[in-house]
């Protein structure tokens, strides 16, 4: 399982030539690489690492909140998306270094290109096609419940 994470990690990053690793956190370049990585394997946990009240206004659907000192198991790639590129690589470096986990990717762009992925509300606005996953229970944080996304929008 773990070497199918890696493979699918590695044809996200090499379909952009200009991705940018730092440390353990590779920042994703584009929404390209991004659906790749989630078409590739499923990763064991989204992190919200925005401010609260930001999370609150514009919630982001089936991820983890990020508070210092969180706790996953991280048993496939960890996805993290903040308020800045810089932001979600330092919260990347802090969890991939607290919870020993190998595969950490920062989203560049943040909610934004996080929203043109999956859609930003019930209705799916800002997708243009299916896009599904399961992150399969206990994968993440401890005693978080099965998490699905789902994207459609009409046609």
């Known amino acids: 399982m773990r070497a199918i994470v890696r493979f ?5 990053i090499a379909a952009t030539a ?26 064991c946990c989204i992190i ?3 401010p609260e009240g930001v999370r609150k206004l514009l919630p982001l659907a089936d991820t983890v909140p990020y508070r210092e000192g969180l706790r996953i198991d ?3 790639v960890v996805v993290v998306i903040a308020e800045s590129d810089a932001r979600a690589v330092e919260i990347g470096d802090a969890i991939a ?17 996080w929203r043109a992925l ?3 509300g019930p209705d799916g606005s800002g997708a243009s096609a299916p896009l599904r996953f399961v992150i399969p229970k206990n994968t ?10 789902i994207r459609s929008k009409p046609q």
């Open 48 to 50: 919200d690492a925005r």
């Open 18 to 43: 200009a991705s940018a690793a730092r440390g353990g956190v590779t920042l994703l370049q584009d929404q390209a690489q991004l659906e790749s990585l989630l078409k590739a394997a499923p990763p």
């Open 140 to 149: 993440c944080e401890q005693g978080t419940p099965l998490q699905t996304l």
């Open 74 to 76: 991280p048993t496939s």
């Open 8 to 12: 699918g990690l590695a044809i996200a």
């Open 118 to 120: 999956v859609g930003g």
């Open 97 to 113: 270094s607290a919870n020993r986990a190998k595969d950490v990717v920062a989203v560049k762009g943040g909610a934004s290109t």
